[in-house]
C-alpha cells in the first residue's frame, strides 16, 4: 500500500473530531499484527487554534522547525503528528498530519503539498477527498471492514452503511456510485465541482 499525502476531512475539526481522526482506522482487522504505517503517512486535516496550542502544550514537542513542531509519541513506526501553522492567501491556518519521519523531507512536502492544495482558486473536491471525507465523518457504527459476506479479493477493505428501500447493507467504500457519494457527504459538500485538470 502507497502513501500519497491526502486530505481526509473537510472544514476545521473541533477536539472530539481532532481526536476521532486521529486514528480512523482503529477498526481495522489485523491491528496489533502488522506494520500499518501507510494507512496514516500523509493524511492531513485542518484545526482549530486552540487545538493546535493544546497540543503543543500536552507534552515538549520532539522538534519545533519554523512553522511546525512533532509530537514526541510515535503512532506507529516512524510515524508520528505534525502541526502546522501556515500562512495561506494571508490568512493563518492550522493543521494536522502525518509524517515518516524516516525521510527528513516528509515534514516539508508534507507542508508544500498542504500550502498548494489550499491555494485551490476554485473550492472543490476530488472523488479521493470525497470518499475520504465520508470514511473520517462516518461514526464507527456505520463503516466497518469487508468480512466473510464479501468476496475473499474484497476482505479488510472499508465499507460504509447504505440504506435502501428495501434493505440496509454495507459497501464498499472505494465502489460507492457518485449518486451514493453524494448522498453520504454533507449537503454543504455534496454539489463541489471536480478539481478542473490544469
Request: with cysteine.
Amino acid at each position: 500500500m502507497t502513501s500519497p499525502i491526502r486530505k481526509i476531512y473537510f472544514g476545521i475539526t473541533d477536539r472530539h473530531q481532532m481526536f476521532r481522526l486521529f486514528d480512523r482506522h482503529a477498526q481495522r482487522p489485523d491491528r496489533w499484527q502488522t506494520d500499518d504505517s501507510a494507512l496514516y503517512a500523509g493524511e492531513w486535516f485542518e484545526i482549530a487554534r486552540p487545538e493546535h496550542d493544546y497540543m503543543l502544550e500536552i507534552l515538549p514537542p520532539l522538534w519545533m522547525r519554523g512553522e511546525m513542531f512533532a509530537m514526541r509519541e510515535f503512532l506507529t513506526g516512524s510515524i508520528t503528528s505534525v502541526f502546522y501553522t501556515l500562512s495561506i492567501n494571508r490568512v493563518t491556518r492550522f493543521f494536522h498530519a502525518y509524517c515518516d519521519l524516516a525521510d527528513p523531507r516528509s515534514p516539508y512536502e508534507m507542508r508544500d503539498a498542504i500550502v498548494e492544495r489550499e491555494r485551490w482558486p476554485v473550492k472543490a473536491m476530488t472523488r479521493e477527498e470525497r470518499i475520504e471525507h465520508i470514511w473520517s465523518a462516518t461514526q464507527d457504527d456505520y463503516r466497518g471492514y469487508a468480512g466473510e459476506a464479501f468476496r475473499p479479493e474484497h476482505r479488510g477493505k472499508r465499507t460504509v452503511i447504505l440504506y435502501g428501500r428495501s434493505e440496509t447493507s454495507f459497501q464498499l467504500l472505494d465502489d460507492l456510485t457518485d449518486a451514493q457519494i453524494a448522498e453520504k457527504l454533507p449537503v454543504h459538500l455534496r454539489h463541489l465541482p471536480l478539481p478542473v485538470a490544469a
